[in-house]
């Protein structure tokens, strides 16, 4: 049995003799106990923290060239990319036993979170939003307001982690930075130990931006803590279930900015075009992925699936090649532990579905030779969007044509967030579009669903940009403020 | 109705003489003997049952143990009539859960199904709840079967009014809604006259009641050998009771003693009733600690929510109950229940699907839920 001590918070080295009490939570997993460390903390205490990570911002921070700044960014990804990174090996080991991921989920969550996070992205990512990153830096010259502009972010971002995507609470701290501003990351009791481990990365390459950064513990709906860090925050980013986005949207004072973005539905569709033959299996495989991928936790992750008839290979016939290809993917990247809950949840759905099959309609159902590891399911598209039950449970609908789904879209709109477009004929446009108009934030295709890049606009939104503040000077040539005649 | 086929009306008379052995007993080898025939039933009526026996190789010639009955999922009762004589049906009774009447769970009785089920509710009762053999008025927090016909609870309900209750018995609930009035009234008379009485219903129902006496400051203190019955926990719930604190606040409003607190696990798709120890316990004067009972008629086992596989006793899992009352649909059932065995029962820890799933996920009812 390995015993592991790891710390559930960050907090900046000069500010790290503020903390004196700990308590401990234990984590069992077959071979190994993780003791997780949580300091004892006070209203008082995040106040003086969060005023700590202001100043450090204000004398570092603040004023480091953007390009200094995503330096670093690219460098921690690419330490975390490498297989014997003690962290990522640390990181391999707590986030299985406390989530239940497989290690191998794990690794390749790692793996895609951090590959899309590298230099070149990071620059992408800054251009596509605010066209020159400079404007972070000073006044730039703008050609289209004919004067020059800069961006100011936010002095200190809340960032409240999600626990359904390991290694994703990275993508916070570096948009935070990215902004030029401090912040403070409240990870979730469900995974508490990749956020630390991220920020010690960053204060092995620059220990000076590392102390504009903290992460802490503390359970939601505590109150006191909350609201100290609510009204020390100029912008509040979160993570999580709709309720708990509602819930605290009430509770985020007025004047601070907030991204919430909470639970969403994503699906994928086929037209008969994509089911030939040819490169049936390589289809096969990319719709597992994205159906096991995060085991299926991830918002950006499909319930359903839609598949036309009339192609050469019929939607049931595509459920057989998936679920050879779902049961090749669980050997290479097995799926996680679930709760009692989830596993009586699948069973029952299953069962519903295998005896509709029995009963001799239209129905298939496919499932893992072994437990609950996968399944999927057919049937004709039956007019609503019935959300999966996760854990790498698939429904694959069948429609006569791809247009007849909108209405069943149009029901739930709101919710819908992702889906994979591979009709590939004159109509996918057109589909596109329609999309589009329902309030879709991204279409990929197969097997890319659960990474998107760094450039997306997550959630529909631009999150660097809406949380800039611009000032734009309208003087032209010269600076010490006089107009030329 | 129609006449049911002889085969049937001889395993029924056969499972009534053995329910109507009482509790006291322990024949295991007449409860096999007759799982298996009802099994055997089942399979040759049922076609859907059959098929799924079949699929996994299961036929009534090759096993030799109720345990390796099949047992199907609550849900399979949304999606499948699985009725033994579906023409015979007298009475159907609907899962509740949901706001969308396709997505209930639809259990059949016949007339021989609904008469196993009357004589369980009559042992079972005799055992657990009345061991000291009295007639009480029963108040019921529930609606009468007259306003909700497919309420099991009602139908059960209204049997021990039947079987154990005085004529001023009553059900609470009417189509207005629960007119506390009439209860307070009640608990005034009954302690003004001396007269034990039991009041029985769902589980937030006494919660609702301890509430109001706590926001008026009322306390009761009900004349000894008054009891309650509770049934159907908290699921779909906006708040939370835990055993203790609800037994306490029996206590505290109603002075029923802690003992006479019986709960009762009931589902639509189960026949018989699983009611705790503590009252027939006390009055025996037997000291073991609380648990669900099996009565002879039925049994339990934990299974493990992943494979399904039984698991020994002592392990939490899913329960899975066998009950030779369920004559009439299906013998075996897997619930979504958490729990384990105990020496002397087993105990239940609610329903696995409340709370704990993970992930980015809606259902559609919390999506409705934010919409309106």
């Known amino acids: 049995m ?60 603040a004023s480091l060239p953007i390009g200094k700044i995503i330096d670093v960014l690219d460098e921690a990804s690419r330490r975390w990319l490498e297989k014997d990174y003690p ?10 036993a406390i ?57 200190l971002i809340l960032s409240i982690f999600s626990e359904n995507i390991p290694a994703l609470p990275h993508l916070l701290f570096m948009r935070s930075v990215l902004l030029k501003a401090a912040c403070l990351g409240k990870v979730a009791a469900g995974e ?54 509602e819930s605290l949207r009430k509770k985020i004072p007025r004047g601070v900015k907030a991204l919430l973005h909470g639970h969403k539905l994503g699906f994928g569709i086929i037209g008969r075009k994509g089911l030939g033959r040819q490169g049936l299996e390589e289809l096969a495989a990319r719709v597992a992925y994205d159906c096991s991928m995060f085991d299926q936790q991830a918002c950006l992750a499909p319930h359903i699936y839609y598949v036309e008839a009339g192609g050469e290979v019929s939607p049931q016939a595509f459920c057989r090649t998936l679920a050879e290809a779902m049961e090749r993917l669980n050997l290479k990247m097995p799926r996680g532990k679930i709760s009692p809950g989830e596993a009586s949840a699948i069973h029952q759905l299953r069962t519903k579905y295998e005896l509709r099959e029995l009963n001799n309609e239209e129905v298939l159902l496919l499932a893992s030779p072994h437990g609950t590891d996968w399944t999927i399911v057919y049937e004709k598209d039956p007019g609503t969007f019935s959300p999966s039950p996760l854990n790498r449970f698939i429904r694959i609908y069948g429609v006569e044509d791809i247009f007849q789904i909108l209405p069943s879209l149009k029901s739930i709109a709101p919710y819908l967030q992702n889906a994979a477009v591979a009709i590939g004929d004159h109509r996918e446009r057109d589909f596109i579009r329609r999309l589009g108009e329902l309030g879709l934030a991204r279409i990929t295709s197969p097997g890319k669903m659960p990474v998107p890049s760094m450039m997306w606009h997550h959630d529909g939104i631009s999150p660097l940009a809406s949380l800039l503040r611009w000032c734009d000077v309208e003087k032209k040539d010269r600076e010490d403020g006089t107009e030329k005649k | 109705m129609k006449e049911l086929p002889e085969e049937v009306l001889d395993i029924d008379q056969k499972i009534l003489s053995y329910v109507h052995r009482g509790t006291d007993h322990q024949d295991s080898e007449e409860f096999n003997r007759l799982a298996l025939r009802i099994f055997e039933l089942q399979v040759k009526y049922i076609p859907i049952y ?116 005085t004529s001023q018995s009553r059900f609470l609930i009417g189509k207005e809604g629960f007119d506390i009035k009439v209860l307070l009234d009640e608990l005034r008379r009954s302690e003004a006259e001396g007269l034990p009485i039991t009041i029985c219903g769902g589980s937030f129902g006494f919660v609702n009641v301890f509430d109001y006496c706590r926001e008026k400051g009322l306390r009761f203190k009900l004349p000894p050998g008054s009891r309650t019955l509770d049934a159907g926990g908290f699921k779909g719930k906006s708040r939370e009771v835990k055993r203790e604190e609800f037994v306490s ?24 009733q699983f009611y705790d120890n503590t009252l027939r316990n006390a009055f025996k004067g037997i000291n073991l600690p ?73 259902t559609i009812d919390e999506m409705t839920q934010i919409r309106t």
């Open chain 1, 2 to 61: 390995e015993i592991i001590e790891v710390d559930a918070y960050y907090l900046p080295a000069d500010f790290r003799s503020q903390v004196n009490a700990f308590r401990t939570e234990v984590y069992q997993d077959e071979d190994i106990t993780i003791h997780l460390k949580i300091p004892q903390i006070s209203r008082p205490f995040v106040e003086a923290l969060t005023d700590h990570l202001k100043k450090r911002r204000e004398t570092y921070l």
């Open chain 1, 87 to 96: 962290p990522r090996k640390l990181a391999l080991k707590t986030i299985p």
């Open chain 1, 99 to 155: 989530t239940h991921f497989s290690r191998e989920v794990v690794e390749a969550s790692i793996d895609v979170e951090m590959e899309s996070s590298l230099r070149e992205d990071i620059w992408r990512a800054l251009c596509s939003e605010i066209k020159n990153p400079l404007f972070l830096d000073d006044f730039q010259y703008s050609p289209e307001l004919g004067g020059y502009s800069r961006a100011f972010g936010p002095k």
């Open chain 1, 192 to 245: 508490p130990t990749f956020a630390p481990l991220y920020l010690k990365t960053i204060e092995e390459i620059d220990p000076e931006m590392a102390k504009s950064m903290a992460v802490l513990y503390w359970r939601g709906g505590e109150e006191e803590i909350e609201q100290a860090a609510f009204h020390q925050a100029d912008a509040v980013i979160m993570f999580g279930g709709v309720e708990a986005c």
């Open chain 2, 50 to 165: 059959r098929r799924y026996c079949e699929k996994r190789g299961i036929h009534p010639e090759n096993i030799s143990s109720w345990d390796q009955i099949p047992a199907l999922p609550t849900d399979a009762f949304k999606v499948m009539e699985l009725a033994m004589l579906p023409s015979g049906t007298v009475r159907t009774f609907m899962t509740s859960g949901t706001t969308k009447p396709e997505e209930r769970g639809k259990v059949h009785y016949d007339g021989g199904g609904l008469r196993l089920m009357d004589a369980t509710i009559y042992e079972a009762a005799s055992c657990f709840l009345f061991p000291d053999n009295v007639k009480t008025t029963l108040l019921i927090i529930a609606p009468s079967p007259e306003i909700v016909p497919t309420m099991v609870m009602a139908y059960g309900m209204n049997r021990l009014i039947e079987y154990f209750g």
């Open chain 2, 249 to 272: 606040d029996c206590e505290d409003f109603l002075g029923v003693a802690k003992d006479y607190c019986v709960n009762l696990l009931g589902m639509t798709e189960i026949s018989s």
């Open chain 2, 290 to 362: 609380k648990a669900k009972i099996n009565p002879p008629w039925t049994r339990t086992l934990v299974v493990d929510p992943d494979t399904l596989a039984p698991l020994p006793p002592g392990q939490t899992g899913l329960l899975r109950h066998f009950d030779l009352a369920n004559r009439g649909h299906l013998l075996a059932i897997q619930s979504d229940d958490l729990g384990k065995i105990t020496p002397e029962g087993f105990e239940i820890y609610g329903r696995t699907r409340d709370g704990d799933a993970r992930g980015c996920s809606l």
